[in-house]
């Protein structure tokens, strides 16, 4: 049982936010006072990696410290999760805590409204995004219509959303001139300071997930935001006329989006906007904790920030996310703050993966391993707890993995019978990252040495052959390790 000691958990995720786009993270040209603040009162992890590039699967994946390949949620779309896999919200509900959540969960298909599991969340404000499953339930948008007596086509553009096959929403992004108060980002604030005002007198730890749908497309960040940044001063996606013949080759590992394109003057529109969204982000952090301190909760309370995994943001020649595995696509922000018990003001730059916040908090928090299985217990989440303390100096990981299974096109018409899935994994060990494309020909192979922006693909050069079997072994080792042998041992037989 969680004791009266127990901290409280302030779990802070994004939704497709890159590594780069934090000050503290080495961006100058970005506005983020509060994540820098955050950062300096906690630890940088610098070099964490998501276990999937789209949301379903990573997320199923950081909440119970497995592949998204163990827990058997491998593409966004699937019906459910599964009953024999813990969240790691519910093992500590189970353990004294009170959990809540407003936003984005998505471990099990958000295609007409999300369908509950056992979850571990007491309060829950559901909102996948700002505009989809109005009518089959989104409590942000009857917050806007039934608190704060708006018309949602006052708040919207009134656009059908892109083609999934089905109209899902009369309405694809924001006005530019939309309060921010009334936003998404906003309400989810809103929602989890009301609970924790709610906590103050409790003798029983707390758990707040604050998902946040921004800074997901569509860019529509409020022009308040947005012009904080001007287009042309902005930095260029990390591009080269090569991309285009590589992306020509992997184009049967298709990635989702548009084909692959130049950046041009739009591109730097769009980066102004997202920059704008992660400034908003920004702003409402800034406001929980401040509240946190407020209320004498602040010294009681971890703050863990990340995103559930990145976007490719005109890199490449690519935008949104999919089957790629550049930087910007799986490496992510992770800073934890406890101010008085964890190191202040260091940045690890060792390998982490999204999976090692599971066992982190189980760790802290005294609750037995989730999911333990012996024969994948060398390729799950490991606890930051040493580096987090100061007993240890710098993360111990080996490598990192990245998974991509059977997603669909979000771009062709949707048919469940018939789409062509594609398979495809990462390992990279800290300098070398490879890339398989499973029953295709072409693969990736990148020296982040000599390479760091992933231009120069060595995965046909002869010279390289011996130690691209080297790691064509460590990641088949690694991946055969991460799968869920089935049922509980019983007998020798």
Request: charged fraction near 25%; glycine fraction near 6%.
């Amino acid at each position: 049982m969680a004791s009266e000691r127990s901290p409280n958990i302030l779990w802070i995720t994004t939704d497709q936010q890159r590594y780069d786009t934090i000050g503290a993270f080495g961006n100058k040209d970005i506005n983020t006072p509060s994540l820098d603040r955050l950062a300096e009162e906690g630890i940088i992890f610098s070099n964490t990696y998501s276990q999937s590039t789209v949301c379903q699967p990573s997320r199923a994946s950081f909440l119970t410290g497995l592949y998204p390949n163990t827990v058997h949620i491998n593409r966004n779309g699937n019906r459910s999760f599964p009953k024999n896999v813990e969240l790691v919200t519910c093992k500590l509900a189970d353990c004294g805590y009170r959990c809540g959540l407003a936003g984005k969960l998505h471990i099990a298909s958000a295609w007409k409204g999300e369908e509950r599991t056992d979850d571990g969340y007491h309060d829950f404000h559901d909102s996948i995004s700002p505009f989809q499953n109005i009518e089959e339930g989104n409590d942000y948008v009857d917050w806007l219509v039934n608190e704060k007596k708006v018309d949602l086509n006052e708040i919207f553009v009134n656009e059908p959303i892109c083609n999934f096959g089905h109209k899902e929403s009369n309405y694809s992004h924001y006005k530019e001139d939309l309060p921010p108060e009334l936003h998404q980002t906003t309400w989810c604030v809103e929602k989890a300071i009301e609970f924790i005002e709610g906590r103050q007198k409790s003798e029983k730890p707390w758990l707040f997930s604050v998902n946040f749908f921004d800074p997901h497309p569509p860019f529509d960040a409020p022009k308040k935001y947005k012009d904080q940044y001007n287009p042309e001063e902005l930095p260029q996606p990390s591009f080269e006329e090569s991309d285009l013949i590589l992306q020509q080759k992997l184009q049967d590992a298709y990635h989702q989006t548009t084909k692959p394109q130049r950046p041009d003057q739009k591109s730097q529109e769009k980066i102004a906007s997202y920059y704008g969204m992660v400034s908003l982000i920004d702003e409402q952090v800034g406001r929980l904790v401040d509240f946190l301190e407020k209320t004498d909760q602040r010294e009681d309370t971890i703050i863990i920030f990340h995103s559930d995994h990145g976007t490719m943001l005109g890199d490449h020649g690519l935008w949104a996310k999919g089957c790629r595995f550049y930087e910007g696509a799986v490496r992510v922000p992770l800073i934890i703050s406890w101010p008085g018990k964890f190191v202040e003001g260091y940045q690890n730059d060792g390998l982490v993966e999204l999976t090692d916040i599971v066992p982190t908090l189980a760790e802290i928090c005294g609750i037995e391993p989730l999911n333990p299985t012996d024969s994948i217990e060398e390729a799950q989440g490991k606890s930051l707890l040493p580096v987090l303390s100061g007993e240890e100096k710098k993360t111990n990981r080996d490598f990192v993995r990245c998974e991509y299974y059977d997603s669909l096109n979000m771009y062709a018409p949707y048919n469940p019978e018939k789409h062509d899935p594609t398979y495809a994994t990462m390992y990279y060990d800290g300098r070398y990252k490879l890339v398989v494309y499973h029953g295709l020909k072409t693969g990736e192979l990148y020296d982040h040495e000599s390479d760091p922006e992933e231009f120069v693909n060595l995965w046909d050069e002869p010279q390289m052959s011996k130690l691209k079997m080297e790691l064509l072994k460590k990641s088949f080792d690694k991946s055969m390790m991460a799968t869920d042998p089935g049922p509980p041992l019983h007998g020798r037989y």
